[in-house]
Nanobody, 115 residues
């Protein structure tokens, strides 16, 4: 079992920045990748960024050049640095990890971009 706890969401003006954190605990040695997804009202959950155990990153086209996923292995924490935020980035952001055979999810953190 892996537990994921997100933090760092909130209200920000367009053009602003936020950093989301996701702390992992439990059986973390089997984690193959960690990722951030988001779900806006009335829309399906979508991948925002993924970081594999080997260091490979993947980003949604809509966030490339603005968002950066990173990790601190000593803290078992993955981050999502979000810059130049847009109103269309408003969503609940979920931390995800993949252990071969199973997905784990955090509880989600709300990000609202509005003036």
């Amino acid at each position: 079992q892996v537990q994921l706890v997100e933090s760092g969401g909130g209200l920000v003006q367009p053009g602003g920045s936020l950093r989301l954190s996701c702390a992992a605990s439990g059986s973390i040695f089997g984690i193959d990748s960690m990722a951030w997804y988001r779900q806006a009202p009335g829309k399906e959950r979508e991948l925002v960024a993924r970081l594999t155990s080997s260091g490979t990153t993947t980003y949604a086209d809509s966030v490339k050049g603005r968002f950066t996923i990173s990790r601190d292995n000593a803290k078992n924490t993955v981050y999502l640095q979000m810059n130049r935020l847009k109103p269309e980035d408003t969503a609940v952001y979920y931390c995800n990890c993949w252990v071969p055979g199973r997905n784990y999810w955090g509880q989600g953190t709300q990000v609202t971009v509005s003036s």
